[in-house]
């Protein structure tokens, strides 16, 4: 499976494509104050409460044995706090089925001045759940009571299934955000690896990247060894508003033109300011 992620200019993105790598950090963090509407209370049924008290009761878990003494009020209030606080520990980051959404080249890849790196996953990515697509709605999935009952000594079966459900909260977002085509790796925070299950497989650089930086982007590929990967350029069709996509020679063609052009578009912007 081929997915794509937008780098904007700057050192972070440089220092992920050095280690061949991305950053994976928390929904806390997100642009979407509302991010796979995790933060949003959940509503408990009935039986959902009763099977929540017989696990307390159960499993002598004494930290939690006053939670038995609660009425379904403050039990449903506790169960969110420890539901919000699990998914705040989780960490992801998001990459799109599309490399030339000129949204995405505007928000992520400061202004289409950054890059686009085409990564190659592992299908037991998929099968172990680390990688998901994003559901768009305007309603997150009820999770599991049995997700909020795991701990380190539960069956391995469990906490897959813990894992799946809790990943399955923070894969859902506003359809606002549906041309994104997003999906979600998860991981720990910090740089992921992938452990050898992702690969860059093709570079796509900004219609207005700069010279500069475009060869300090080059000369990382060639100290990580990747070099010889396919690198295509962004390029505005004639006539039209869509993106579409250039080799290096036709872009060297045209480079002065494309430079004039860039830089003309500056001009008039300031113009009118």
């Known amino acids: 499976m081929i997915l794509y992620k937008y780098f904007p200019e700057n050192i972070n993105s440089l220092k992920a494509l050095s280690c061949k790598s991305v950053w994976m950090n928390s929904a806390l963090k997100m642009n979407d104050p509302l991010e796979s509407l995790s933060l949003i209370s959940q509503e408990y049924s009935q039986e959902d409460l009763n099977q929540y008290r017989k696990h307390i009761k159960e499993s002598e878990v004494i930290t939690k044995s006053d939670w038995l003494n609660y009425n379904n009020e403050q039990l449903i209030e506790c169960l969110n706090f420890l539901r919000r606080n699990i998914l705040a520990g989780l960490c992801f980051s998001s990459f799109s089925e599309d490399y030339n959404n000129i949204l995405m080249w505007s928000h992520y890849a400061s202004s289409h001045t950054g890059f686009c790196l085409a990564f190659e996953f ?152």
Not at 134 to 155: E, T
Not at 220 to 245: C, G, H
């Open 122 to 273: 592992s299908e037991d990515l998929l099968v172990e759940n680390d990688l998901i697509k994003v559901k768009y709605s305007n309603k997150v999935d009820s999770l599991n009571i049995k997700s909020l009952m795991c701990d380190d000594n539960s069956p391995h079966k469990d906490l897959v299934e813990m894992k799946r459900d809790f990943y399955k909260s923070l894969t859902v977002k506003s359809p606002h955000w549906s041309y994104e085509k997003e999906w979600r790796k998860w991981g720990s925070s910090g740089y992921e690896d992938f452990d050898g299950r992702a690969k860059i497989v093709k570079i796509y650089f900004g219609y207005r990247i700069d010279k500069e930086f475009e060869n300090i982007v080059r000369n990382i590929l060639k100290s990580v060894e990747l070099e010889n990967i396919e690198i295509k350029y962004m390029d505005i069709q004639d006539n039209s508003t869509n993106l579409t996509t250039i080799n290096e020679e036709d872009y060297n063609k045209n480079f002065n033109k494309r430079q004039k052009l860039v830089e003309g578009t500056y001009v008039n912007i300031k113009s009118f300011i």
